[in-house]
């Protein structure tokens, strides 16, 4: 399994809004999404979709507007 991009810890999603994709831990994709920093476009590296209600909910690009 790959390590997170930020940290030693192991990826559970790869971003695939870069290229090349970006493993991440499923803590430091969370900060970056409160950062501001959508991550929507990725995968799951270990087969649980429970990440997308995570990473969604704090994602400003899933707002709808008007």
Same mark, same amino acid.
């Given at each position: ?16 809004? +870069? ?8 803590? #430091?994709?969370?900060?970056? !999404?409160? &950062? =501001?920093?959508? +991550? ?8 649980? #979709?429970?990440?997308?209600? !995570?990473? &969604? =909910? ?9």
């Amino acid at each position: 399994m790959a390590d997170c991009m930020q940290c030693s810890a192991p990826a559970v999603i790869e971003d695939l809004d +870069v290229h090349p994709p970006q493993p991440w831990c499923l803590g #430091c994709a969370t900060t970056l !999404v409160r &950062a =501001g920093d959508p +991550v929507i476009n990725y995968r799951s590296l270990n087969g649980e #979709c429970d990440y997308e209600r !995570v990473l &969604a =909910g704090g994602s400003t690009q899933v707002l709808r507007f008007g």
